[in-house]
């Protein structure tokens, strides 16, 4: 900002102590990203299509960490710009785009978890198509740098007025109070309404889920109760696999045909063994096979709907600051917020790209298996007979 040198001042002891603050921040997002990244290399249990678009946000977040923060550190501390136009005008296109590639992978994640939970069936086919998850993870990069790119561009050449003056570096929009509402609402407010979206119809159908699967264990209960010890075997069975069927979002008809049938031969299945008088005890009936795996995908279902929960929040308290504070500010020409305030949310935002790489073996098994593998290659080797032994 052109108000950075007479605004920021200070003295040695607040000067060591940001920049080790700043210095640390950098290592943070650097080695966190970079150790997704090389799970990825490593890892081939971690090559799937959701798993993909963490890549593409850690791809994005570590670029910010390895360029961005490390050029701001030394024009934050020293209040001038010392590398030149055309190194602040790639700083500037670089951080943006950055900043929202990973904000639009945020979404990307949502939408991808959104349609792993209500629409299983679609989604495990297009898992194997390779060519539409390369296509989605471009298209963040391509969208997110018409947000900005353009402008960074062309904009110093617009306005006639130079983006390094007086020794800062700052994009030429920066008081554009117009144009930066505009490109909020794309990069923020946009896609907080869409990842909100995806959240309320995951919530949504997890719950029409359990409650369709408790409806079913109440009333086959009640069937069974007072049914014939010959007849609870087949009542077993039908109830478990009904339960099976209506607690999945069959989207085809040839699915659903398919469960029917399969629902079909097993009841035929269960009165052969009546009608023979087979004895059938509860530890070996089949029926708990099904049961166990419907609680088993609700249960993932879940897992994946509390870990976005948790990467959407941050996403939301490191954003939110900063984007309305960009417009206010702009909106009042820098008058009624002082550059601190700013400077604080700015490192809010970057903040978000540090702490998202910690996010995934906090939510996801895989990952943290990965990291182990990681950082504890020898650990792991030692744990691995006793595991498959027990």
Not at 136 to 157: C, D, N, Q, T
Not at 180 to 188: I, Q, R, T
Not at 199 to 220: A, E, K, M, P
Request: with cysteine.
């Amino acid at each position: 900002s052109p108000t950075l040198n007479s605004e920021l001042k200070f003295t040695l002891a607040v000067l060591v102590f940001l920049a080790v603050l700043m210095v640390l921040v950098v290592v943070i997002t650097v080695f966190g990203n970079g150790l997704v990244i090389l799970a990825f290399l490593v890892n081939k249990n971690l090559r799937h299509r959701s798993n993909y678009f963490f890549l593409n946000l850690a791809i994005s977040d570590f670029i910010v960490g390895a360029f961005c923060i490390p050029l701001y550190i030394p024009y934050i501390l020293t209040g001038k710009w010392k590398f030149g136009r055309h190194v602040c005008q790639l700083w500037l296109v670089v951080d943006y785009l950055m900043c929202t590639a990973s904000a639009f992978n945020i979404v990307l994640i949502s939408y991808d978890r959104f349609l792993s939970v209500t629409k299983a069936v679609t989604y495990r086919i297009e898992q194997k198509m390779t060519s539409n998850t390369v296509a989605k993870m471009l298209a963040i990069w391509v969208f997110a740098f018409l947000i900005y790119g353009p402008s960074l561009i062309i904009w110093e050449h617009v306005v006639d007025k130079n983006i390094t003056h007086d020794g800062n570096c700052y994009a030429g929009f920066h008081n554009n109070w117009y144009f930066l509402l505009c490109a909020s609402v794309f990069e923020f407010f946009i896609p907080c309404i869409f990842v909100a979206y995806f959240n309320i119809q995951i919530y949504q159908d997890i719950q029409n889920r359990q409650r369709i699967r408790l409806q079913s264990t109440v009333t086959c209960s009640k069937q069974m109760s007072v049914s014939s010890t010959g007849n609870k075997v087949l009542m077993a069975d039908h109830c478990s696999l009904k339960e099976e069927v209506s607690s999945h979002d069959l989207e085809t008809q040839d699915s659903t045909s398919t469960s029917s049938r399969t629902v079909m031969q097993s009841l035929g299945t269960s009165r052969r063994h009546v009608a023979r008088g087979y004895s059938v005890t509860p530890d070996k009936d089949q029926s708990v096979g099904p049961r166990m795996k419907t609680k088993s995908k609700l249960d993932r279902d879940k897992k994946i709907a509390k870990s976005l929960a948790i990467i959407v929040f941050v996403f939301v308290i490191c954003w939110a600051p900063y984007s309305l504070l960009m417009i206010v500010r702009a909106a009042c020409y820098e008058g009624c917020i002082h550059e601190s305030m700013y400077e604080i949310t700015f490192w809010l935002l970057w903040l978000n790209s540090s702490v998202n790489p910690f996010l995934y073996p906090l939510c996801h098994a895989r990952f943290r298996q990965a990291f182990r593998k990681i950082l504890c290659p020898k650990k792991i080797e030692v744990l691995t007979p006793a595991q498959s032994v027990s």
